[in-house]
């Protein structure tokens, strides 16, 4: 993960999610004026994520994680 975020960073990547599965969590990394990734928003649950790059994109992760859920358990 540590190669692919410098990566991404050097390739001004706008935004860099990592998604834990099994722990139900997403971490967002989004590029910063100084072309750098700031801290991670950190999202969970019932959480819904905005989309920086699509504007009108929202990401309910309650719909997410519970189809998450079916394919593992198969």
């Given at each position: 993960l540590i190669e692919k975020f410098g990566l991404y960073e050097k390739h001004l990547i706008k935004e860099y999610w990592i998604i834990h599965p099994y722990e139900e969590t997403i971490l967002v990394y989004k590029l910063c004026p100084d072309n750098r990734y700031g801290r991670p928003e950190s999202y969970a649950g019932e959480?819904?994520?905005?989309?920086?790059?699509?504007n009108d994109l929202i990401i309910n992760l309650?719909?997410?994680?519970d189809r998450n859920k079916e394919i593992l358990n198969e």
């Open positions: 959480d819904k994520i905005s989309i920086g790059i699509f309650n719909v997410i994680f």
